[in-house]
C-alpha cells in the first residue's frame, strides 16, 4: 500500500558530506512524523532524526549541528542533509513514515524504506 524508497547513501571520506532522500508513494492521505534511523554492523537500528509534520525537527546529540533534516509535503519526501561526516556515521540508513492511509481512518501506520548504506572512511 505505502512504499518508501531512499537515495544517495554511498561512500565518503571522513569530513565530507552526503545527502540522503526518501520519497513515499501509494495510498497517502497524510504523513504525520518521518525520520531517519541508523543501524550499524551488529548494532540495533537507532533514531538518528526526526521532522513533524509541521517542520519540526529532533536530533539525537550524536548528529546535532552535523546533519539537517527537511521535507516537502507536496512530495512526501524527507531529506537528511549529511555534513562533516564520521567514521562511526557509517550503517544503512532507515527512512520511517507514519501515514495516515484514508480520511476514513484516523489512524497512522508505521512503514520503513528498505534503507541505504552509507560508509565512512577514515
Known amino acids: 500500500q505505502v512504499q518508501l524508497v531512499e537515495s544517495g547513501g554511498g561512500l565518503v571520506q571522513a569530513g565530507e558530506s552526503l545527502r540522503l532522500s526518501c520519497a513515499a508513494s501509494g495510498t497517502i492521505f497524510s504523513i504525520a512524523a518521518m525520520g531517519w534511523y541508523r543501524q550499524a554492523p551488529g548494532q540495533q537500528r537507532d533514531l538518528v532524526t526526526t521532522i513533524s509534520s509541521g517542520g519540526s525537527p529532533f536530533y539525537t546529540d550524536a548528529v546535532k549541528g552535523r546533519f539537517t533534516i527537511s521535507r516537502d509535503n507536496a512530495k512526501n519526501t524527507v531529506y537528511l542533509q549529511m555534513n562533516s561526516l564520521k567514521p562511526e556515521d557509517t550503517g544503512v540508513y532507515y527512512c520511517?513514515?507514519?501515514?495516515?492511509?484514508?480520511?476514513?481512518?484516523?489512524?497512522?501506520?508505521?512503514?520503513w524504506g528498505q534503507g541505504t548504506q552509507v560508509t565512512v572512511s577514515s
Open positions: 520511517n513514515a507514519d501515514v495516515r492511509l484514508t480520511r476514513y481512518s484516523g489512524r497512522y501506520h508505521s512503514y
